[in-house]
């Protein structure tokens, strides 16, 4: 093979590899705001201490409840504008300082805004030995 045919491999390949990477940025932006997400890697969370006589346990990014022979936990991170939910046991709400909004703590759901989206549910394992609960965040 001549020097010029293999310059002008090279010059293809780099070219390929350019309209690639324009073409990603191009249309990485429409796929973003059409809803698509890369994945995120699951985070498993190890409780070794059991929840309270009341039946929760906080955390500082979920809320971990567990009464009525029902587990579950909730993400802090409310829905508005991402400030941490703080839990009100005397009311059974849960209630964002930042703008008030308030949510269901078994259902996860918005009772009163400004936020519209309900809280994440995150799966809860229990166990009977160490770690009792393992939470996936
Ligand atoms: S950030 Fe929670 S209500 Fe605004």
Known sequence: MNKTVQTRQKSYSRRAFLTFLGTLAFFYPVLQFAGFKIPKKPTY??????????????????????????HWALSRKCTHLGCKLNYHEDRDILECPCHQSRFNVETGEVMKGPAKKSLTFLPVEKREDDPLYVVTT
């Open 45 to 70: 969370v190890n409780i070794n201490k059991p929840v309270t006589t009341s039946g929760f346990l906080v955390t500082t990014d979920f809320i971990l409840f567990d009464r009525d022979n029902k």
